[in-house]
Nanobody, 124 residues
Framework: QVQLVESGGGLVQAGGSLRLSCAAS????????MGWFRQAPGKEREFVGA????????AYADSVKGRFTISRDNAKNTVYLQMNSLKPEDTAIYYC?????????????????WGQGTQVTVSS
C-alpha cells in the first residue's frame, strides 16, 4: 500500500512554469509505475503523463507533449511533473497516482492509489 501527497500547485500566468511534486509513503515506491492525471471543472479526469518504475520510460498526453516532463527520484520516494509554457486550458486539479504494474500505464483504471490533488490555475 502507498499513500500519496501532492504539492506545488498554484496560480501562474500563461506561459509560466510550475513543478508539481508527489511524495509517497512506503518502502516499495520503486516498484510502482506512477502517473499524473488532471480534472477540470465539469470534465472527466484525464491522463497527463506517466513513468515506469525506474523512470527511463515515459508517456504523455498529446495536449502536454513537449511542455510537460514527468520524472521520479526513487531514493526520495517522489515523482515530479515539470510544467512549462502553461496555458489557461491546463487549469485543473492535478492528481498523482500509483500503479502496481512496473511499466508505463495510461489508463485511470490501472491505478490503485491516488493522492488528494493540487490545484493549478493558469490565468490568461
Amino acid at each position: 500500500q502507498v499513500q500519496l501527497v501532492e504539492s506545488g500547485g498554484g496560480l501562474v500566468q500563461a506561459g509560466g512554469s510550475l513543478r508539481l511534486s508527489c511524495a509517497a509513503s512506503g518502502r516499495t515506491f520503486s516498484t510502482y509505475a506512477m502517473g499524473w492525471f488532471r480534472q477540470a471543472p465539469g470534465k472527466e479526469r484525464e491522463f497527463v503523463g506517466a513513468t515506469n518504475w525506474s523512470g527511463d520510460n515515459t508517456a504523455y498526453a498529446d495536449s502536454v507533449k513537449g511542455r510537460f516532463t514527468i520524472s521520479r527520484d526513487n531514493a526520495k520516494n517522489t515523482v515530479y511533473l515539470q510544467m512549462n509554457s502553461l496555458k489557461p486550458e491546463d487549469t485543473a486539479i492535478y492528481y498523482c497516482a500509483a500503479s502496481a504494474w512496473f511499466g508505463v500505464r495510461v489508463s485511470l483504471a490501472e491505478y490503485a492509489y491516488w493522492g488528494q490533488g493540487t490545484q493549478v490555475t493558469v490565468s490568461s
